[in-house]
């Protein structure tokens, strides 16, 4: 049977604190072996091109949104999720088929988060002009050497063959006010599946944003940790913007539980939740404090089923991801 999905990206028509240490993701990570080099794109990598791009982005142009098209998993291209890490998981959560999935019921499946702490600062709001139009998605500021990347969805970089433009990340995006700025990107990152084909199994980005009045991202915002090659079926934070009604893209928007594996026509993770388009590229964190709003990356909402509304699914963490943050994270920024 044919199935369909919908990535979460929103079209607009009318359209810190404590910090893990830099060092954080890769201390939780294996070295990533043979991966493919990362396909990149510059943004806006001089100050004249960031200053057009600050003054592109009204207040106007960030409000109204509509739900993307949605490419779809390739058929047959889905493979056995056994040879990926899954040490630690409890037998409770072994089976993968509808009645397991629900039995993983969320913690939340999409509230108002109210927790404050450091995810209020490093989630945001990313904007971009996509075949013309503008459009919204969520991303995470990161730790990282330069202190300056933003990890997100591989379609809230590049869909339908080219990489988006006028892209920037709104941290703590809040009922159209942008407390902590406006940072524009400088180069973005996708894995080379999304790049060549846009296989949803890899729909995973980076973009590395330009200092803002003399700071990087990490310093005025603070970073999260991110992790690679991990073990599967844990306990899962998901935080992002979506838009599509009932939502409007005003406030963080989260939801926790016990991910599955996706047993229909993906590789990815999927976790209860009823986040809409424009969370697209919102960060899930595994061993999140909710004290402290501090976790560790270790995906991002990317797609739902049109016929499972109520499940979210976000790319496994591998190798692949793990050389675009190293790409990301060693690029220069101006």
Avoid at 13 to 18: E, P
Avoid at 222 to 231: E, H, I, K, L, R
Avoid at 252 to 272: E, K, N, P, Q
């Amino acid at each position: 049977m044919h199935r369909r999905v919908a990535l979460l990206s929103v079209v607009t028509l009318a359209l810190g604190g404590a910090l893990l240490p830099v060092g954080a993701a890769q201390a939780q990570a294996a070295s990533p072996q043979r991966a493919p080099k990362p396909a990149a794109k510059a943004a806006a990598d001089s100050p004249a091109e960031q200053k057009t791009v600050l003054r592109y982005w009204t207040p106007q142009k960030m409000e109204a949104a509509q739900p993307l098209a949605a490419p779809t998993p390739r058929q047959g291209a889905r493979t056995d999720v056994a040879d990926e890490p899954t040490a630690g998981v409890p037998s409770t959560t072994q089976g993968t088929g509808p009645t397991s999935a629900r039995a993983q019921a969320a913690n939340s499946p999409g509230a108002p988060w109210t927790g404050g702490g450091t995810v209020t600062r490093t989630t945001g709001r990313v904007f971009f002009t996509y075949q013309g139009r503008n459009s919204s998605c969520s991303g995470s500021a990161v730790s990282s050497a330069n202190k300056s990347v933003v990890m997100t969805a591989g379609h809230c970089v590049k869909l339908g063959g080219a990489f988006h433009t006028n892209w920037v990340f709104v941290p703590g995006y809040a009922n159209g006010n942008r407390p902590h700025g406006t940072w524009v990107a400088g180069r973005l990152l996708t894995t080379p599946q999304w790049n060549a084909s846009e296989d949803i199994d890899f729909d995973i980005a980076a973009a590395v944003v330009a200092p803002l009045e003399g700071r990087t991202l990490v310093d005025a915002v603070g970073g999260q940790g991110v992790a690679f090659n991990q073990a599967r079926r844990q306990q899962m934070y998901a935080f992002g913007y979506p838009a599509a009604a009932p939502y409007d893209g005003s406030k963080l928007i989260y939801c926790a539980g016990r991910a599955f594996d996706d047993f229909l026509m993906s590789r990815d993770h999927g976790l209860t939740c009823n986040m809409t388009g424009g969370s697209s590229g919102g960060p899930w964190f595994r061993n999140f404090d909710e004290s402290t709003g501090i976790g560790t990356l270790n995906s991002v909402n990317s797609f739902k089923y049109n016929f499972a509304p109520n499940w979210m699914f976000g790319p496994y963490f591998g190798n692949e991801a793990q050389a675009v943050y190293q790409a990301a994270q060693s690029a220069g920024t101006l």
